[in-house]
């Protein structure tokens, strides 16, 4: 089970794994944290993240970003139509009265809600989060900022679930920066509470957040926001700025450019991130409109001035939120700063002032958010067992109920006639939180879920309604009815469930008294939602999106099988040049060279733009030509390898029959006669010299001497294969060698084993008076007796392999297995007795030295036991 948190941002987004040993992001295919959250529509496929950001230059007009900005607002918001001024792409009012975003996609016009764009942008950092994870992603935890209302959180959810995601909370992001806070600290009091200020200026909005923490919780104290203060409104002061003085001193106007006020804002904010750390700073545009280049210049100081109208917007926040967490600043043990937008010194010295202290950065401002929600959703998850910390949020807003009637503990006759209205959620109340209303009702009736207080919230009031009924009365025209009400962890409000209460008298015999009993009914609840997207609208987004997806992987696997056709035709052609030189022939190359030539000149001609299988044909078409070319390559290699590795072998072989006779009797000549048409030894001067300059340059060196075969005479598979005929010719001929092979060993361990062992003991306890010139002969003969057994077991630990490696036959592979065992336990008495080595040849050494008419043994002894 996946444990995913996603940061959202305006401008970009960060994905976060929980994992066992901890939290990491996950980086996009730049090897970056941060995604742009970009969705651009190109004439066949998305291209959305790092793809999107690299595209958008030039398709501006169909490359939608500020996503954050549109979802879940009405089109007649007049925050929206503000930022759609700074927006290149086509946005429209839509039926229902909320924004529709228009766009140039698969060579027709199309209309996506800001829902469908934002479940693409999660789309593709679900498909990074599965990438990493090499698993499917299906829950997760979203940040998203406190001031979102009921309509945007409830868009969010829809654009998850059109994702294919499946979100177990929605955290707020201060309230994510703080749990990120919290966890790792060690040093939090079990008494008393440590208060501390989180300031996030991100890229379109300010949000302040103060957060009491003890150890093993934190409790939200206040949330305060501006929704419109972020570092894109530092970068919108410098573009206006610029765009006055371009039009002034080049008789430019960008405004009417799309493209020219891209490449300007995109220019300006790279010049807000150098004035943050320098005093002054050029801005540099060639060619920006008009084929005209552009220089500006501007100072910090000038820059801070035309921010004043900004800069003086930051301490409302701050008090707001001080004022409603009834805190003073000299309650304030510190303040965290994050966000991008808040890299601007002015910002921070505002901040110091307010305060009274300078603000740590002791976070990461681009990942705080993601690990924080990874970490709720880990506490979540029932697959993950975390440290104990419990948050404790606070809900932002009033929510208010309202129906129409009596007040809720008015009694039967009362009048249904005006509208009563009564704040269910305080603001600052837990999420989450659940409430009843008790009403007095004879038949349906709605419940209005509004805002108690609409003054911070550019939205309308009501956020939905509920229609409770039918139901009927037994007893009395009004009877008792209960409304459940929740606030769940998405911090969206809604009614649960409706239940009806009736006293009916029961008698109980055996007392003769009567007793009143509770009647309990179940009401049905119908849900209208004022705005939104209804599930018949999600589950078509959802089919729609899987559409898209599906063309966007077709468009990449043809891309993919297009640049493998066009890496086919360059890399062949320089080992045309280079290593294959010497293993292809004259008509193979210019055929080969003039099809690789045709080839490419069909890419960029009528090949431009062709489906996946005709560039899988193409390139099969050009491998049916050079494969064999390929083939011939790879296998003098092998066979120059195998020569190698033969010759080794073989040495050693020889040196070891040379100096030991072999324990084990070898067949007959006349019984391994098998067919046997030559081995790597009977090589031309070619053949080695093909092996040994694999680079192409045999031919060269052979001149004129010896044309170069284009099949090498001994293929190395083909050497492998004689030489398992050999073995199972031996096998079957003589089935009792691998027998013989383990009372071979046998025999070795018993001479080596046995006598060597009582040799030992006798040569410990042996003293001088007692040694005779047959006790020094038997000394001798122990320590060759030695080195012969470590030989052995070596020699046979490699025939072993090898036979191992080659025969297949299952009987041959029982008895290699029975002397496998037999040698192990010989390497381990090798391992034993090697131990004992100084100490015997010391032993051997003192007798001889002792002895006037014992033996030269000093040379026997070290030869003995070297190695």
């Known amino acids: 089970m996946s444990v995913v948190g996603f940061d959202i941002g305006n401008e970009s987004c960060v994905v976060a794994i929980a994992r066992q040993r901890g939290i990491d992001v996950v980086l996009n295919d730049e090897s970056k944290g941060e995604t742009p959250a970009i969705v651009c529509f190109g004439e066949k496929q998305r291209f959305i993240g ?14 939608i970003s500020q996503i954050k900005r549109l979802i879940g607002r009405q089109f007649s918001d007049p925050e929206l139509q503000q930022d759609l001024k700074a927006l290149p792409f086509t946005v429209t009012g839509g039926p229902d009265g909320f924004p529709l975003i228009h766009v140039w996609y698969l060579g027709e016009t199309r209309t996506f809600t800001p829902t469908q764009l934002l479940a693409m942008v999660l789309s593709d950092m679900k498909s990074m989060a599965e990438k990493n994870l090499n698993a499917a992603v299906v829950d997760c935890c979203i940040g998203i900022p406190v001031y979102f209302t009921n309509l945007q959180r409830r868009a969010v959810l829809d ?25 790792y600290k060690t040093d939090l009091p079990e008494n008393g509470q440590l208060n501390v200020a989180f300031v996030d200026i991100g890229h379109a909005s300010m949000q302040v957040c103060i957060a009491g923490f003890k150890e093993g919780q934190l409790k939200i104290l206040a949330h305060s926001f501006d929704r419109s203060l972020g570092g894109r409104d530092f970068d919108e002061a410098l573009f206006q700025y610029f765009a006055a003085k371009f039009k002034e001193k080049y008789k430019i106007d960008v405004y009417q450019n799309a493209r020219a006020c891209l490449r300007l804002r995109t220019a300006c904010e790279k010049l807000k991130r150098v004035l943050s750390a320098n005093a002054e700073a050029p801005l540099n545009i060639e060619c920006l409109m008009e084929e005209k280049d552009v220089k500006g210049f501007i100072k910090r100081e000038n820059f801070e001035k035309i921010s004043i109208p900004i800069l003086e917007r930051v301490r409302k926040p701050l008090e707001k939120a001080l004022s409603e967490a009834r805190l003073t600043v000299e309650n304030i043990h510190s303040v965290e700063v994050v966000g991008s937008g808040s890299r601007v010194p002015a910002i921070i010295r505002i901040l110091t002032e307010f305060f009274g202290k300078e603000p740590r950065r002791t976070m990461n401002s681009s990942e705080c958010v993601a690990k924080g929600c990874a970490f709720e959703c880990a506490i979540l998850s029932s697959t993950f067992e975390v440290q104990k ?22 009694q039967n006759g009362a009048a249904d006639d005006h509208q009563i209205s009564a704040i269910g959620f305080p603001k600052g109340d837990e999420i989450p939180g659940i409430k009843t209303l008790t009403l007095y ?183 049916k030509q050079g494969n064999p070319i390929e083939e011939r390559y790879k296998k003098y290699i092998e066979n120059g390898n195998f020569l190698e590795g033969q010759e080794g072998v073989d040495a050693e072989t020889v040196e070891r029959v040379a100096e030991s006779h072999s324990p084990i009797e070898e067949p007959s ?169 100084e100490g015997l040849v010391q032993r051997v050494s003192e007798l001889e030295s002792a002895s006037s008419g014992g033996f030269d043994m000093s040379s026997h002894a070290g030869q003995g036991l070297r190695g």
């Not at 790092?50 to 490359?63: D, L």
């Not at 599906?550 to 360059?570: H, L």
Request: net charge negative; aromatic share 8%.
């Open 389 to 410: 910390f419990q948050v404790n949020e606070s809900f932002p807003f009033p929510i208010a109920f309202s129906w129409k009637g009596a007040a809720p503990d008015a």
């Open 159 to 183: 654009a998850a679930t059109i994702a294919g995601l499946h979100p177990l909370r929605l955290l707020h992001e201060t309230t994510a920066t703080a749990l990120a806070y919290g966890i």
């Open 669 to 837: 000549t006349s019984q391994l006669e098998v067919p046997h048409r030559g081995l790597p030894h009977d090589w031309t001067e070619g053949d080695y010299l093909v092996s040994l300059y694999p680079d192409g340059s045999a031919g060269m060196r052979l001149g004129a001497q010896e044309e170069i075969r284009l099949t090498p005479r001994t293929l190395f598979a083909e050497v492998r294969e004689e030489h398992k005929a050999i073995l199972s010719n031996i096998f079957e001929l003589w089935p009792s060698t691998f027998v013989h092979l383990v009372g071979a060993s046998s025999i070795i361990r018993k001479l080596a084993l046995d006598s060597l062992v009582s040799f030992v003991e006798g040569l410990e306890n042996m003293s001088l008076p007692q040694a005779t010139p047959g006790d020094f002969d038997s000394a001798r003969d122990g320590l060759q007796a030695l080195t012969h057994f470590r030989l052995e077991v070596g020699w046979l630990r490699k025939r072993l392999d090898q036979m191992a490696a080659l025969l297949e036959l299952p009987v041959a592979r029982n008895q290699l297995e029975k002397v496998g065992k037999e040698i192990e336990e010989m390497e381990e008495v090798v391992r034993q007795l090697k131990d004992k080595k």
């Open 441 to 623: 009702r004879s038949g349906t009736f709605t419940v209005d879920v509004q805002y108690a207080d609409a003054s911070e919230l550019q939205a309308p009031a009501k956020i939905s309604s509920y229609t409770i009924g039918p139901f009927q009365s037994t007893q009395s025209e009004r009877v008792k009815v209960k409304v459940k009400v929740r606030l769940n962890l998405h911090g969206i409000v809604l009614i649960d469930s409706a239940t009806t209460y009736e006293e009916v008298k029961v008698e109980v015999p055996l007392v003769k008294e009567t007793a009143n009993e509770a009647n309990k009914t179940n009401i049905p609840v119908v849900e209208h939602i004022h705005g939104g997207m209804c599930p018949a609208d999600v589950q078509k987004a959802t089919e729609e999106e899987f559409e898209m997806a599906f063309q966007d992987r077709i468009m990449e696997e043809t891309q993919d099988k297009k640049n493998a056709v066009e890496a086919y035709v360059y890399d062949m052609r320089n080992k045309l040049r280079g290593k294959y030189q010497g293993f292809v022939t004259d008509p193979e190359r210019k055929g080969l060279t003039a099809k690789l030539q045709e080839v490419e000149n069909w890419l960029y001609e009528d090949g431009e733009n062709k489906t996946k299988g005709v560039y899988v044909a193409k390139l099969e078409e050009l491998k």
């Open 50 to 63: 790092t793809a999107g950001a690299a595209s958008s230059m030039m398709n501006p007009k169909n490359t």
